[in-house]
């Protein structure tokens, strides 16, 4: 997506995959979660996510461990693996190195919630 946007995502990706995105995407993002994306756009506008992820950080990351730990153990991500490890021409990312990532500074993250909000 953030190389050559959805024309060159589709490109990316098998005709059923291309098929599947002007079938079934059309009923998946609908006026409601349309709705809920703006609801989520004026969040980070107004800087309420960032806020949000700032106690997050202060107050231990529980939540957001729980949820990493919980979207981890989801079974796609067993079945995902599986795929991926018998198809070696795509460079697969071993997961272990995929939950170690670098944290975003609590002083870091606070300056970018006060530009969000100015």
């Known amino acids: 997506m953030y190389r050559g946007g959805l024309e060159y995502m589709r ?3 098998s005709d059923t995959a291309e098929y599947g995105d002007y079938t079934a995407g059309p009923r998946v993002v609908s006026d409601a979660t349309r709705a809920e994306m703006k609801k989520i756009l004026h969040e980070i506008q107004d800087g309420t ?4 992820w700032i106690k997050e950080n202060e107050t231990g990351r529980f939540k957001f461990e729980e ?3 919980r979207e981890a153990s989801h079974r796609i ?3 995902g693996a599986k795929l991926r490890a018998g198809m ?3 460079d697969p990312v071993p997961r ?3 939950q170690t990532r670098g944290r975003l500074s609590l002083p ?3 300056s970018l919630a ?3 909000t100015q």
């Not at 996510?49 to 949000?52: H, K, V």
């Open 11 to 13: 490109f990316s990706v």
């Open 88 to 90: 070696p021409f795509l």
């Open 49 to 52: 996510f960032a806020n949000n």
């Open 114 to 116: 006060q530009e969000s």
């Open 108 to 110: 870091l993250a606070t």
């Open 96 to 98: 272990q190195h995929r």
């Open 77 to 79: 991500e067993e079945v």
């Open 67 to 69: 949820m990493r730990a």
